[in-house]
Nanobody
Framework: QVQLVESGGGLVQAGGSLRLSCAAS????????MGWYRQAPGKQRELVAR???????NYADSVKGRFTISRDIAKNTVYLQMNSLKPEDTAVYYC?????????????WGQGTQVTVSS
C-alpha cells in the first residue's frame, strides 16, 4: 500500500499561481511513475502531468508551458507548480502513484485537493 498526502490547493485569481504537494509513503524509486490528475464537475478525470522513475515528464497539452511537475527524492514528494492559472483549470486535483511490475501494476490515489480559479 502507498499512502499519499496532498496539500496546496485553494482559491486563486486568474493569472495567479499555486503549488501542490504530495508526500508519499515509500521511496520514489519504488514507483513506476508519479503524477497529477484532475477532475472538473461533470467531466472525466484527466492526466495533468506525470514524472517517471527516470525523471522524464509529460504534460497535458492544455497545461504545457504553464505547469511544471517535479519531485524531491529525499522527501518522497512530488510537486505541481501551476502558473498563469485559468478558470478552466478549476478542478479537484489528485496525486497518483503507479507501482508494481509491468502489466500487474497498481494505481494509488490521494484524497484530492480543490483548486478554484476565479475570473
Amino acid at each position: 500500500q502507498v499512502q499519499l498526502v496532498e496539500s496546496g490547493g485553494g482559491l486563486v485569481q486568474a493569472g495567479g499561481s499555486l503549488r501542490l504537494s504530495c508526500a508519499a509513503s515509500g521511496s520514489v524509486f519504488s514507483f513506476n511513475a508519479m503524477g497529477w490528475y484532475r477532475q472538473a464537475p461533470g467531466k472525466q478525470r484527466e492526466l495533468v502531468a506525470r514524472i517517471s522513475k527516470s525523471g522524464s515528464t509529460n504534460y497535458a497539452d492544455s497545461v504545457k508551458g504553464r505547469f511544471t511537475i517535479s519531485r524531491d527524492i529525499a522527501k518522497n514528494t512530488v510537486y505541481l507548480q501551476m502558473n498563469s492559472l485559468k478558470p478552466e483549470d478549476t478542478a479537484v486535483y489528485y496525486c497518483n502513484v503507479n507501482k508494481g511490475p509491468y502489466l500487474y501494476s497498481s494505481d494509488y490515489w490521494g484524497q484530492g485537493t480543490q483548486v478554484t480559479v476565479s475570473s
